[in-house]
Every structure is written in structure tokens, then in C-alpha cells.
């Protein structure tokens, strides 16, 4: 089983979601946004343009894939482990 895309997408989830925390903590702190890509706006605030075009979901969802995903390799890597075991119980016959 893989899980590349999965982890991919988590794993760029996880940039956007840090890329809109430091934006918004720029604007409430008055500092400049200069760095950030930024989408003008007529008469509104300006939208910030995360770095990766990815789908987004709502939290809910988000916390389920990356919680799903993480028990899958928790139990990937105990399957490891156990088969591990199993063929060096076999080696000592």
C-alpha cells in the first residue's frame, strides 16, 4: 500500500496552514506582508495565495485523513516489526 499522495498532500496542507498563521499574525501585529504572494482586491481586504494549489478541507476532514494515515504507518511498522520477530524465532529452529 502506498501512501505518497496522501502524505504529500498533508504534507502541503500542513505549509499552507503555517503560510496563513504567519500571515494573519503579520496583520494583527502591524508588520509587513511584503513577503507573502498576495491578491489585490477593489474595495475589500486583500486574499493571501498560498504557496501549494491543493483541495482544501475542512478541519474535520483534514484531521481525520492525517490521523487515518499516521495509524496506518504506526501499523505498517508493527507489522514490520512483528515479521521481523517471526523470522528470527525461525533462524534459532
Known amino acids: 500500500m502506498d501512501f505518497k499522495h ?5 504534507h502541503k496542507t500542513h505549509e499552507n496552514m503555517d503560510e496563513e498563521k504567519a500571515y494573519k499574525t503579520a496583520l494583527a ?3 509587513s506582508t511584503e513577503s507573502f ?3 489585490k482586491r ?4 486583500n486574499k493571501l495565495i498560498l504557496t501549494h494549489n491543493i483541495p482544501k478541507y ?6 481525520f485523513i492525517n490521523e487515518t494515515s ?3 504507518s504506526q ?4 507489522i514490520l516489526e512483528l515479521e521481523t520477530k517471526i523470522s528470527g524465532l525461525e533462524n534459532k529452529q
Do not use: G, M
Open 6 to 10: 496522501t502524505d504529500e498532500w498533508i
Open 29 to 31: 501585529n502591524n508588520e
Open 37 to 39: 504572494n498576495i491578491e
Open 42 to 45: 477593489a474595495r475589500t481586504s
Open 58 to 63: 475542512d478541519e474535520t476532514l483534514f484531521r
Open 70 to 72: 499516521q495509524t496506518i
Open 75 to 78: 501499523l505498517h511498522n508493527r
